[in-house]
């Protein structure tokens, strides 16, 4: 063949390949931005809100609800715990960028094969981050205490995380089982079937997480029980239990939560919040506030915004983890931790943005059930009191640790109920 | 006795001793001689609270040492249906030490369902063994590796072995293993009767499982100091997980040998456990 007939083909091979490259690009970009559209999509939907859009809440000003020897020692409760939380978190980092890099010289410890080897690293490195973050946990400690906001002592604070960190590892070992077992069979698209795998387990976790609650019975106040069904029936949410969970001596803060879904669903009250501390109207809110929960589907919709967050955090865990030779190998689990740590430390402003966001929509709901707003009122105050928050957090503390809105727009949204109830 | 770290094993070793003897008791009436297991674990029990005894009253200053090897002389060499391996060092990862008993909670969630599919399996077997006089190969193979399975964890739980065991229990695959003979006949009789039959061991066992609960305690705290895991407490040890491998084997109709009562020499793994790391550089 004559050198310029095979520079031709080459060239033309070269023109090929170049077109191949391109079509592969585009349709690469096509599909990442469909993708992208339609995540979009589904965080439109999820953030729908039945809270009026155009609600404005006035600035409250907490001087009014409370005394300011209260806003000051609340200030400070508040800010001890957060930078105590802050400086946790960095230490966390600096652990697992550690064990990131040496983690992987413990497999040494193991007989257990490649997925067994690989839960063991996992398992580690959450040991390691307890060790790390258990000094900043008895500071807490130490500071309830001497608030008298808990009545925990330091030996069965360290005793019970330690045991609940047995807990924890049974769901890293079976996540890790999972991820470790589609990595080794799908190698760099494990994370295409892990998250919706993984959104599955979460809504089967939240199905079945009614039953693993201890220590519940049957609300018995027969006023609060009638209270509690003509609330559900205003909701539309007919035939959700309401139980009371006997929760331990050295817990003082009152609190309650909407657990279930569908057939589990059920609104859980702590003790601490019918022991006489709260008005019959104030638990009536709090009923409504957690079957307002349940009846805009807040937790099928966490599972969403769970499926939200992993389908990106799974890719880029998997993309990270080839440096390690892809998640299907045991070295890679302490690099993958850390990702999945710093992922979740870096989002943080947005889940508690979501958070805030079916709080408020709760808060919302139950006024509209209650049409109580002075009950509504006095129980924020009573909760603020109580667990010593910061009714009028700063805007840093706000943004990165407050999963509720603060009580000063908690109280400005009963304002702004009633003015709109008035003007009806 | 109450400050004495060894005081737990002391009681343990008694206990065992005792429940020994009381078996002994009536194995005497029936056969006219005390068999050597019962024997020798009646006088493992008695020879260390003697020498616990003489340590306490400064007759010596030898520690006492529960190691039945080192209390009895020579053990016995066995040829169970079911039998203890250990390939161990002492070595300990401080880490995993301070960590085990979280970390073995996925194991124990594993054997628990593990545990219900032994159970009808185990029925099953019975069945199949009392129909046939064998074990059907295929749950003779499930069984072995739950019993299998189970004496990892429990050797890892209670630090007897260092490694993180796998969750499947297979063969050979762990530093304290247990090797289960295949199947082979069995007489109707003790098939039938096998529940009934089992009873005596089940208290011996009790016994045995203070023991392995004592050593664990003590040696948890002994590894987390010194990184090792002391001989004279990993033995023990392992004579309590060999002889509750032996129950569960033969109340699962896996064997029709009766479990042996007293310590014996453990065998030596023919050849060294790959630990992940080996088997990941290939």
Same mark, same amino acid.
């Given at each position: 063949?004559?050198?310029?007939?095979?520079?031709?083909i080459?060239?033309?091979?070269?023109?090929?390949?170049?077109?191949?490259?391109r079509?592969?690009?585009?349709l690469?970009?096509?599909?990442?931005?469909l993708a992208?559209?339609?995540?979009?999509?589904a965080?439109?939907?999820?953030?729908r809100?039945?809270?009026?859009?155009?609600?404005?809440?006035?600035?409250?000003d907490?001087?009014?609800?409370f005394?300011?020897s209260?806003?000051?020692?609340?200030?400070?409760?508040?800010?001890?715990?957060e930078?105590?939380?802050?400086?946790?978190d960095?230490?966390?980092?600096?652990?697992?960028?550690?064990?990131?890099?040496g983690?992987?010289?413990?497999?040494?410890?193991?007989?257990?094969?490649?997925?067994?080897?690989?839960?063991?690293?996992?398992?580690?490195?959450?040991?390691?981050?307890?060790l790390?973050?258990?000094?900043?946990?008895l500071?807490?400690?130490?500071w309830?205490?001497?608030?008298?906001?808990?009545?925990?002592?330091?030996v069965?604070?360290?005793?019970?995380s330690?045991?609940?960190?047995?807990?924890?590892?049974v769901?890293?070992?079976?996540?890790?089982?999972v991820?470790?077992?589609?990595?080794?069979?799908?190698?760099?698209?494990w994370?295409?079937?892990?998250a919706?795998?993984?959104?599955?387990l979460?809504?089967l976790?939240?199905?079945?997480?009614?039953?693993?609650?201890?220590k519940?019975?049957?609300?018995?106040?027969?006023?609060?029980?009638?209270?509690a069904?003509?609330?559900?029936?205003?909701?539309?949410?007919?035939?959700?239990?309401v139980?009371?969970?006997d929760?331990?001596?050295?817990?003082?803060?009152?609190?309650?939560?909407?657990?279930?879904?569908?057939?589990?669903r059920?609104?859980?009250?702590?003790?601490?919040?019918?022991?006489?501390?709260?008005?019959?109207?104030?638990?009536?809110?709090?009923?409504?506030?957690?079957?307002?929960?349940?009846?805009h589907?807040?937790?099928?919709?966490?599972?969403g915004?769970?499926?939200?967050?992993?389908?990106?955090?799974?890719a880029?865990?998997?993309?990270?983890?080839?440096?390690?030779?892809?998640?299907?190998?045991?070295?890679?689990?302490?690099?993958?931790?850390?990702?999945?740590?710093?992922?979740?430390?870096?989002t943080?402003?947005?889940?508690?943005?979501?958070?805030?966001?079916?709080?408020?929509?709760?808060?919302?709901?139950?006024?509209?059930?209650?049409h109580?707003?002075?009950?509504?009122?006095?129980?924020f105050?009573?909760?603020?009191?109580?667990?010593?928050?910061?009714?009028?957090?700063p805007?840093?503390?706000?943004?990165?640790?407050?999963d509720?809105?603060?009580?000063?727009?908690?109280?400005?949204?009963?304002?702004?109920?009633?003015?709109r109830?008035?003007?009806? | 006795?109450?400050?004495?770290?060894?005081?737990?094993a002391?009681?343990?070793?008694?206990?065992?001793?005792?429940?020994?003897?009381?078996?002994?008791?009536?194995?005497?009436?029936a056969?006219g001689?005390?068999?050597?297991g019962?024997?020798?674990?009646?006088?493992?029990?008695?020879g260390?609270?003697?020498?616990?005894?003489?340590?306490?009253f400064?007759?010596?200053s030898?520690?006492?040492?529960?190691?039945?090897?080192?209390l009895?002389?020579?053990?016995?060499?066995?040829?169970?249906?079911?039998?203890?391996?250990?390939?161990d060092?002492? %070595?300990? @990862?401080r880490?995993? /030490?301070? +960590? !085990? $008993?979280? =970390?073995?909670? &996925?194991?124990?969630?594993?054997l #628990?369902?593990?545990?219900?599919?032994?159970l009808?399996?185990?029925?099953?077997?019975?069945?199949?063994?009392?129909?046939?006089a064998?074990?059907?190969?295929?749950?003779?193979?499930?069984?072995s590796?739950y019993?299998r399975?189970?004496?990892?964890?429990?050797?890892?739980?209670?630090?007897?072995?260092n490694?993180?065991?796998?969750f499947?229990?297979?063969a050979?695959?762990?530093d304290?293993?247990?090797?289960?003979?295949?199947?082979? %006949?069995? @007489?109707?009789?003790? /098939?039938? +009767? !096998? $529940?009934? =039959?089992?009873l &005596?061991?089940?208290?011996?066992? #009790?016994?045995?499982?203070?023991?392995?609960?004592?050593?664990?305690?003590?040696?948890?705290?002994a590894?987390l100091?010194?990184g090792?895991?002391?001989?004279?407490?990993r033995?023990?040890?392992?004579?309590?997980?060999?002889?509750?491998?032996?129950?569960?084997?033969?109340?699962?109709?896996?064997?029709?040998?009766y479990?042996?009562?007293?310590?014996?020499?453990?065998?030596?793994?023919?050849?060294?456990?790959?630990?992940?790391?080996?088997?990941?550089?290939?």
């Amino acid at each position: 063949m004559a050198p310029s007939a095979s520079a031709e083909i080459a060239a033309r091979g070269w023109r090929g390949d170049a077109q191949a490259t391109r079509r592969r690009l585009l349709l690469s970009v096509l599909a990442f931005a469909l993708a992208a559209a339609a995540w979009a999509w589904a965080a439109h939907e999820l953030w729908r809100s039945s809270v009026p859009a155009g609600l404005s809440l006035t600035q409250v000003d907490v001087h009014r609800f409370f005394s300011a020897s209260f806003l000051r020692r609340s200030a400070s409760f508040e800010r001890f715990l957060e930078i105590d939380g802050v400086l946790a978190d960095l230490v966390l980092v600096a652990v697992l960028v550690a064990y990131a890099r040496g983690g992987h010289r413990l497999m040494r410890e193991s007989a257990a094969g490649r997925i067994g080897t690989g839960i063991l690293l996992g398992m580690l490195g959450f040991a390691l981050v307890w060790l790390a973050q258990a000094p900043f946990e008895l500071a807490a400690v130490w500071w309830e205490r001497g608030h008298h906001v808990s009545r925990q002592g330091y030996v069965s604070a360290l005793v019970e995380s330690f045991l609940a960190l047995g807990g924890q590892f049974v769901f890293v070992a079976l996540a890790l089982a999972v991820t470790m077992a589609l990595a080794g069979r799908m190698r760099r698209w494990w994370w295409l079937p892990a998250a919706p795998l993984f959104a599955a387990l979460a809504l089967l976790s939240a199905l079945v997480s009614p039953y693993l609650i201890a220590k519940t019975h049957p609300l018995q106040d027969p006023v609060l029980v009638a209270d509690a069904r003509e609330l559900a029936a205003r909701e539309h949410v007919r035939g959700t239990r309401v139980v009371v969970q006997d929760v331990p001596r050295a817990v003082t803060d009152p609190n309650a939560e909407a657990v279930g879904l569908g057939p589990t669903r059920r609104v859980v009250l702590w003790s601490t919040l019918t022991d006489g501390r709260f008005t019959r109207p104030e638990i009536a809110v709090v009923i409504a506030h957690e079957l307002g929960h349940i009846a805009h589907g807040h937790l099928l919709k966490r599972v969403g915004w769970l499926a939200l967050f992993l389908i990106p955090a799974t890719a880029l865990i998997a993309l990270v983890a080839r440096r390690r030779g892809g998640l299907g190998r045991p070295e890679a689990v302490p690099l993958a931790l850390l990702v999945l740590v710093v992922l979740e430390l870096a989002t943080l402003p947005l889940r508690t943005m979501v958070s805030r966001h079916e709080e408020a929509e709760a808060d919302w709901s139950a006024l509209r059930a209650t049409h109580d707003p002075v009950a509504a009122r006095s129980l924020f105050r009573g909760l603020a009191t109580a667990s010593l928050g910061d009714p009028d957090p700063p805007a840093w503390s706000y943004v990165l640790f407050a999963d509720h809105p603060t009580i000063a727009q908690r109280i400005a949204m009963t304002q702004a109920w009633e003015v709109r109830s008035h003007a009806r | 006795m109450l400050g004495n770290p060894n005081s737990a094993a002391f009681n343990d070793s008694l206990g065992l001793a005792h429940a020994a003897a009381f078996l002994g008791w009536f194995a005497c009436i029936a056969l006219g001689r005390m068999p050597r297991g019962l024997r020798d674990s009646v006088a493992w029990g008695v020879g260390f609270g003697a020498q616990l005894w003489a340590y306490l009253f400064m007759l010596t200053s030898v520690y006492p040492d529960p190691d039945p090897g080192v209390l009895l002389g020579e053990l016995p060499r066995r040829s169970d249906a079911v039998g203890m391996a250990l390939r161990d060092d002492g %070595r300990r @990862s401080r880490l995993t /030490v301070f +960590f !085990r $008993l979280p =970390l073995t909670f &996925p194991h124990l969630v594993w054997l #628990a369902l593990w545990s219900l599919l032994a159970l009808l399996a185990a029925i099953a077997n019975w069945l199949a063994t009392l129909a046939t006089a064998h074990p059907p190969a295929v749950l003779h193979r499930f069984l072995s590796a739950y019993v299998r399975y189970q004496a990892h964890v429990y050797g890892f739980l209670t630090l007897t072995a260092n490694p993180f065991p796998g969750f499947a229990g297979a063969a050979g695959s762990y530093d304290a293993e247990l090797e289960i003979a295949p199947p082979e %006949r069995q @007489s109707r009789w003790s /098939v039938g +009767f !096998r $529940l009934l =039959l089992v009873l &005596p061991a089940w208290l011996l066992a #009790a016994a045995f499982g203070s023991l392995l609960w004592a050593a664990a305690i003590l040696g948890w705290f002994a590894a987390l100091i010194t990184g090792r895991m002391p001989r004279r407490l990993r033995n023990p040890a392992a004579q309590a997980i060999r002889y509750l491998a032996q129950v569960n084997a033969y109340l699962l109709v896996l064997t029709a040998d009766y479990p042996y009562g007293g310590p014996c020499a453990p065998a030596e793994l023919a050849a060294p456990v790959r630990t992940a790391a080996e088997l990941a550089l290939g």
